[in-house]
């Protein structure tokens, strides 16, 4: 996508391609922020403003061709997991048990993985790499508690194009807030075998289901976050060199791929949606600890 479209598509998003709007330092904002966009790793372009999840509105987004099914048959077993070194002090000695060469690719990208979740967490937030389903299910139990029934949520791509996988436009056709007083999130790490990263922060976050529809033909029901306060996140956090905001200055939401997803409590408002539970990640976790 050209920078000159891009632009173009986020202006309209704020009402100033035809010269209205909001004020210079706003437009200067976005001008930069588009730029900036049109550079960087496409798997970044998943975040926007609270303002613009309005039907009708057009957002570039980049949706990678993966699926959580993809990482599902690399799931070790919570005996298996606990046998292997997991932190950064290890990394040569797990190298060397799983046959990588200290140079390699993976090596790097298994050293980033643990990197971040060595790191200490932010105010407010808990945070686990999970190496296994019986271990995320733990974690999950010291959120939400060993009674309430909960359930997923993910990404899910109901008509794809040749072009998916690459950054399109994406009108916003369906919006739907999913009541979530608590939610993890948790991501797929690069690793030698699956590493979820799950989050939670005890600040206000809202859960949304979004229907878009790509320029290419693309159908997606996405799953989004907006994160209502983000004053505690460091500076160099991603979200706000994309955005080009400052912590805490306004709520960061971003879209979820389709191998991420999102933890809820169960309600009765949720059960009503039947395409939000991601089936698969949640047959896989029956018989896990949080199960009732």
Known sequence: MNAKLLLCTLL?????????????????????????????????????????????????????????????????????????????QQLPHILHLLSFSNDSPQAKAMAQTLDECDRDPIEGEKKFCATSLQSMSEFLQTIFGSDT?????????????????????YAIVGIVEIPA?????????????????????????????????GEKGDEVEAVA?????????????????????????????????????VWVPTMSSISQHKEEISPVLDRLMAGQILTS
Not at 18 to 32: D, K, V, Y
Not at 150 to 165: F, N, Q, V
Not at 181 to 210: G, I, L, Q, W
């Open 225 to 261: 976050v907006c994160h209502m306060d983000t004053s505690q996140w460091g500076r160099s956090h991603v979200a706000f060199q994309v955005l080009r905001v400052e912590p805490g200055a306004a709520p960061v939401c971003h879209f979820f791929p389709a191998d991420n997803f």
């Open 181 to 213: 007083p608590k939610m993890v999130a948790c991501h797929t790490m690069p690793y030698a075998y699956t590493v979820f990263y799950c989050h939670y922060h005890d600040s206000e976050n809202r859960v949304y289901r979004v229907s878009l529809r």
């Open 12 to 88: 309209v998003l704020l009402g100033s391609c035809n010269g209205t709007g909001p004020n210079e330092a706003r437009t200067e904002q976005i001008h930069s922020h588009s730029h900036h966009m049109n550079m960087m790793d496409p798997s970044l372009i998943v975040f926007f403003f609270l303002d613009d999840l309005k039907l009708g509105n057009t957002i570039p987004i980049y949706f990678p061709a993966r699926e959580l099914s993809d990482s599902l048959p690399h799931l070790l077993s919570k005996q298996q997991a606990d046998s292997i070194p997991f932190s950064l």
């Open 149 to 169: 029934p909960i359930k997923s949520l993910s990404t899910s791509h109901i008509r794809r194009s040749d072009d998916a996988g690459l950054v399109q436009k």
